[in-house]
Nanobody, 125 residues
Framework: VQLQASGGGLVQAGDSLRLACVASGGTFSRYAMAWFRQAPGKEREFVMLIYRNGGSVSEDSVKGRFTISRDNAKKTVYLQMTSLKPEDTAVYYC????????????????????WGQGTKVTVSS
């Protein structure tokens, strides 16, 4: 499975942006799909996750601002980001995990099977 993330860019605080991650190969519907981000000088951190059944979990700082969705027919997972803040500036990565679990757990980063190359989001103040 290969993951291709896109949609990043330079925006102003308060703006919105939608990221997309397209998968090729594999059976997309079997995967839990997640977004992570890595800010300059910081470790990569979890953002949001959508399970194969459509349920999702999110990191506290993005609740109410970010939404994750998936289109299994298009093998694509989206991250809709609104009310962006300068602290959202990071490289955003998508990841896929082949799992049947849908119980609101956040999986360890090293448990994901595939990673995309990242797309850069810069939010200016």
């Amino acid at each position: 499975v290969q993951l291709q993330a896109s949609g990043g860019g330079l925006v102003q605080a308060g703006d919105s942006l939608r990221l997309a991650c397209v998968a090729s190969g594999g059976t997309f519907s079997r995967y839990a799909m997640a977004w992570f981000r890595q800010a300059p000088g910081k470790e990569r951190e979890f953002v949001m996750l959508i399970y194969r059944n459509g349920g999702s979990v999110s990191e506290d700082s993005v609740k109410g601002r970010f939404t994750i969705s998936r289109d299994n027919a298009k093998k694509t997972v989206y991250l809709q980001m609104t009310s962006l803040k300068p602290e959202d500036t990071a490289v955003y990565y998508c990841a896929a995990k082949n799992t049947i679990l849908t119980d609101n757990r956040v999986f360890p980063q090293n448990s994901y099977d595939y990673w995309g190359q990242g797309t850069k989001v810069t939010v200016s103040s």
